[in-house]
């Protein structure tokens, strides 16, 4: 392991002023979405969106990384240079989704865990190889009367740690995601409850794994009420649940915590975002790892339109940079309106 090319790497990923897209959506996530617009998935169809994200001009002011999925680290855009070293040449990090998703936990009816382990340290060598210098594990903690039970807890955050200790092994920077739903009709208190003692769990089997702080990023939810609760919580109480839970829970030695947008809107994922930065003295970059929250007006202004390919970036390019002007709390909700 080569410790200061991780540290650095994960220092990047968490640039101010930068964020990471989430574009490792599996061959099933991207169909659903493609659906929604009316579009076939193929796999020219799901490489030329990658390619209309990935050579969006200017982009690279605002995305430190992209989160690629197998079949997408493999493709190419048109004129032939293979997506990793394209990202690349434009100073942002390739990054490749490895685990093998969410499966139903025997003996625990409603809960996950997420696979992916067996023939782990082959696949990061190879994806080394193709270029990926981070990568991305997400555990499944969904929210409900009876669970999650501590088990299920238990066995998401020895996954994560030995995902994450295999990555580090490999000189790829880990991101450890623990998302707790905001499925369901909990309430905020409920899902900081949830977030605490899930995050409490993964960074005690992270020490026990002898993972590196430094050569990390933490992929959290925010601490949000479900979508069905009939109590939505203001903006302000997010982003203080949300930064209480963290500082008690994450050391200051991880350089930065992305937060994934869970199926927020694409301006509340940014708002909360420009919110917590506009705290000061916080231990760790407060950055994004959106994929919904970044994409959604793309993929509406895109509709699988050659034509349609310049006003996509355009709209892709306009929620990077204000998702970027929320890492310094700068971005303020009437931004909308006016670039609209
Ligand atoms: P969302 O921002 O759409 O939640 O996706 C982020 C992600 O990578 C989930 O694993």
């Given at each position: 392991m080569d410790s200061t090319e991780l540290d650095r790497n994960a220092a990047a990923m968490v640039a101010p002023g930068k964020g990471i897209l989430a574009a490792d959506e599996s061959t099933g996530t991207i169909k659903k979405r493609f659906d929604k617009i009316g579009v076939e998935s193929s796999f020219e169809s799901r490489r030329a969106y990658r390619e209309l994200l990935f050579t969006a001009p200017d982009a690279d002011k605002h995305i430190s990384g992209v989160i690629l999925y197998d079949e997408t680290i493999r493709q190419q855009a048109a004129d032939g240079r293979p997506f990793p070293a394209l990202l690349t040449s434009r100073g942002i990090l390739p990054g490749i989704k490895v685990d093998a998703g969410a499966k139903a936990l025997a003996g625990f009816p409603g809960e996950t865990v997420t696979e992916g382990l067996d023939g782990l340290r082959e696949r990061l060598a190879e994806y080394h190889a193709l270029g990926a210098r981070f990568a991305k594990w997400r555990a499944v903690i969904d929210v409900g009367a009876a669970i999650p039970s501590a088990t299920a807890l238990e066995a998401n955050a020895e996954a994560l740690a030995r995902y994450a200790a295999l990555c580090q092994e490999a000189s790829i920077v880990p991101i450890v995601e623990p998302e707790v739903l905001m499925d369901g009709d909990h309430t905020i208190e409920r899902c900081e409850e949830v977030t605490d003692a899930t995050l409490e769990l993964v960074f005690d089997a992270l020490f026990s794994h002898r993972v590196r702080l430094e050569g990390m990023v933490l992929k959290p939810n925010m601490v949000i009420a479900g979508k069905k609760c009939a109590k939505q919580a203001k903006p302000q109480q997010v982003t203080e649940a949300t930064v209480r839970c963290l500082r008690r829970r994450v050391p200051g030695a991880v350089p930065g915590i992305a937060f994934l947008s869970?199926?927020?809107g694409e301006a509340e994922a940014t708002l909360h975002l420009s919110l917590m930065n506009?705290?000061?003295?916080?231990p760790w970059q407060l950055s994004f790892s959106y994929g919904r929250a970044l994409q959604q007006s793309t993929l509406d202004a895109w509709r699988g339109i050659p034509g349609n390919v310049a006003a996509a970036q355009r709209t892709f390019l306009r929620r990077a940079k204000l998702n970027g002007l929320a890492r310094d709390g700068s971005y303020e909700a009437a931004m909308e309106q006016a670039a609209a």
């Amino acid at each position: 392991m080569d410790s200061t090319e991780l540290d650095r790497n994960a220092a990047a990923m968490v640039a101010p002023g930068k964020g990471i897209l989430a574009a490792d959506e599996s061959t099933g996530t991207i169909k659903k979405r493609f659906d929604k617009i009316g579009v076939e998935s193929s796999f020219e169809s799901r490489r030329a969106y990658r390619e209309l994200l990935f050579t969006a001009p200017d982009a690279d002011k605002h995305i430190s990384g992209v989160i690629l999925y197998d079949e997408t680290i493999r493709q190419q855009a048109a004129d032939g240079r293979p997506f990793p070293a394209l990202l690349t040449s434009r100073g942002i990090l390739p990054g490749i989704k490895v685990d093998a998703g969410a499966k139903a936990l025997a003996g625990f009816p409603g809960e996950t865990v997420t696979e992916g382990l067996d023939g782990l340290r082959e696949r990061l060598a190879e994806y080394h190889a193709l270029g990926a210098r981070f990568a991305k594990w997400r555990a499944v903690i969904d929210v409900g009367a009876a669970i999650p039970s501590a088990t299920a807890l238990e066995a998401n955050a020895e996954a994560l740690a030995r995902y994450a200790a295999l990555c580090q092994e490999a000189s790829i920077v880990p991101i450890v995601e623990p998302e707790v739903l905001m499925d369901g009709d909990h309430t905020i208190e409920r899902c900081e409850e949830v977030t605490d003692a899930t995050l409490e769990l993964v960074f005690d089997a992270l020490f026990s794994h002898r993972v590196r702080l430094e050569g990390m990023v933490l992929k959290p939810n925010m601490v949000i009420a479900g979508k069905k609760c009939a109590k939505q919580a203001k903006p302000q109480q997010v982003t203080e649940a949300t930064v209480r839970c963290l500082r008690r829970r994450v050391p200051g030695a991880v350089p930065g915590i992305a937060f994934l947008s869970g199926g927020q809107g694409e301006a509340e994922a940014t708002l909360h975002l420009s919110l917590m930065n506009r705290l000061r003295d916080l231990p760790w970059q407060l950055s994004f790892s959106y994929g919904r929250a970044l994409q959604q007006s793309t993929l509406d202004a895109w509709r699988g339109i050659p034509g349609n390919v310049a006003a996509a970036q355009r709209t892709f390019l306009r929620r990077a940079k204000l998702n970027g002007l929320a890492r310094d709390g700068s971005y303020e909700a009437a931004m909308e309106q006016a670039a609209a």
